[in-house]
T-cell receptor
Framework: DTAVSQTPKYLVTQMGNDKSIKCEQNLGHDTMYWYKQDSKKFLKIMFSYNNKELIINETVPNRFSPKSPDKAHLNLHINSLELGDSAVYFC??????????????FGPGTRLTVT | LAKTTQPISMDSYEGQEVNITCSHNNIATNDYITWYQQFPSQGPRFIIQGYKTKVTNEVASLFIPADRKSSTLSLPRVSLSDTAVYYCLVGPFSGGYNKLIFGAGTRLAVHP
């Protein structure tokens, strides 16, 4: 059983388009995250979300927005895509308490290529 | 979160023990140390976490000296499948996991 799943695995699109990446977790976790891993392989958190609050990394452009229809899903919407948005995007989840928050389960990633 | 420094890369051979050391000179009293592993084309995977002395699980051991300014991840008898990037993260007990930044990590290559 897949713990954290993402779709699609690959996404190729043109500049200016709007796209979404879906994420689902079946672990019963109450916090979900989105990370971006760029071409230099640095992995940086973009959003952290639970039913109490959304924490946004201040460097994330407002073209990016997380949407959570329920506790098991956190989708990533990206408007007006730019070349620099090309990267691998990872979804993750964890419990929202103390040290458990550091034990995050990651999805397989979505490789986004903007042309 | 406390800044961490790790070697960029390491090489080893199958069957050897590998020790990866992470420096975190500015670690705070309530900070914990967490290690992740990332295989190519996959998301990171939590390996181990600790506060002081020694922690061991089925995958690895984590050694933390008394001053806690460094930590060492020990992988016993590595195999080719242990080839991955290993990340050391340091953060407080509460709330730090919302701000995780994975640095460059240590790229471990295990050779036959």
């Amino acid at each position: 059983d897949t713990a954290v799943s993402q779709t699609p695995k690959y996404l190729v699109t043109q500049m200016g388009n709007d796209k979404s990446i879906k994420c689902e977790q079946n672990l019963g976790h109450d916090t979900m995250y989105w990370y971006k891993q760029d071409s230099k392989k640095f992995l940086k958190i973009m959003f952290s979300y639970n039913n109490k609050e959304l924490i946004i990394n201040e460097t994330v452009p407002n073209r990016f927005s997380p949407k959570s229809p329920d506790k098991a899903h956190l989708n990533l919407h990206i408007n007006s895509l730019e070349l620099g948005d090309s990267a691998v995007y990872f979804c993750a989840s964890s419990q929202d308490s103390g040290l458990a928050g550091y034990e995050q389960y990651f999805g397989p990633g979505t490789r986004l290529t903007v042309t | 979160l406390a800044k961490t420094t790790q070697p960029i890369s390491m090489d080893s051979y199958e069957g050897q023990e590998v020790n990866i050391t992470c420096s975190h000179n500015n670690i705070a009293t309530n900070d914990y140390i967490t290690w992740y592993q990332q295989f190519p084309s996959q998301g990171p995977r939590f390996i181990i976490q600790g506060y002081k002395t020694k922690v061991t699980n089925e995958v690895a051991s984590l050694f933390i000296p008394a001053d806690r300014k460094s930590s060492t991840l020990s992988l016993p008898r590595v195999s080719l499948s242990d080839t991955a990037v290993y990340y050391c993260l340091v953060g407080p007990f509460s709330g730090g996991y919302n701000k995780l930044i994975f640095g460059a990590g240590t790229r471990l290559a295990v050779h036959p």
